[in-house]
């Protein structure tokens, strides 16, 4: 599930167990029936306190971190930290007990927080979340700094330069990643694609309310299945960015009972190897990318060496630049460069 981040003011999602996408382990659900609403009044630190030990004893993940923001978002705040002590000793509403019941009731059926408040932070932005729409993780975070470090070097200045290229990314999502690169980059317009309705949907949402859907181009297409599309949607641009469905199709029965049961399973499943969505992107790229454009990919810790392998002998227009680690020491991100490619002298025939 869900740890708390040690960056000041930011909540993030991630897991501390290994496995693709740090999501492995799962767990049986029991199907429990809530504690009963209480006869007088309570507040909010002994809801929260019960809350965590209903969760703890019906075997939710992170018992004390979804009592916490449940409650935490139900009295105004985005964490227990930053919420004022006084509210915490206050006594509840009726209403507010009857809310606070009602959400945590949610998450006793192994719904994610995330959909649970409705909401979630990514990096500096506050983005709305509906199932079954990918929830981004913290990785995802890192691509963005890594994408908006690669733009800036292009730029010969800082991250808030007035670079005036194109963005695409291949599976928004809830749109994290183009919105918060739009919201760095003020001169920059981005592409977003998914094959889920529900995500452009999401996507769009996302970008009416934080003011960026002047610069966003928002399209349902699935890449693997209409790749023409794709290309006369989407060419030419900068940089292609993606977190694509990368786990191996193995993996799936392993997920956690709050993926496999609320989050988009397409979103995950990357075939066999993991690298089916990742394939098609890799040998799309050359006809979408500008001249030296760049992809970086988040990829299975597996997958590095087997995408430069698979590069090298079927894209002749692309060249792996180089892996990045996460924050955890995995090989997580590939960057790879459109390069020309040098055709020999034509033959004279006559």
Known sequence: MWVRSARAGCRRFGSSSVGPKGLLGSR????????????????????????????????????????????????GAKTIESLEQRKLTEFLSPEKTEQIWKLCTRRLSRMPVQYVIEEWDFRDLTLKMRPPVFIPRPETEELVELVLTDLASKSGSGAGAEIQCTSLEVGCGSGAISLSLLKSLPQLRAIALDQSQDAVDLTRENALRLGLQDRLQV???????????????????????????????????????EILRFEDHSALDGGEDGLKVINQILTLAPRILSKYGRVCLEVDP????????????????????ETRHDITGRPRFCILQKREVKKGPELDLD
């Open 219 to 257: 399209y349902n297409v699935d890449i693997l299945k209409d790749a023409d599309s794709v290309l006369s949607l989407c060419s030419p641009v900068s940089v292609l960015v993606s977190n694509p469905p990368y786990l191996f199709s193995e993996d799936m029965a392993s997920l956690e009972p």
């Open 302 to 321: 597996r997958h590095p060496p087997l995408i430069q392998r698979w590069v090298d002998a079927n894209v002749e227009e692309l060249h792996y630049e």
């Open 28 to 75: 049986e659900v029991c199907a429990c029936s809530p504690p009963a609403l209480p006869a007088g009044r309570i507040t909010g630190l002994q809801a929260m306190e019960l809350w965590r030990r209903h969760f703890e004893e019906r075997g939710v993940m992170e018992p004390d971190h979804s009592s916490h923001y449940i409650v935490a978002h139900l009295l």
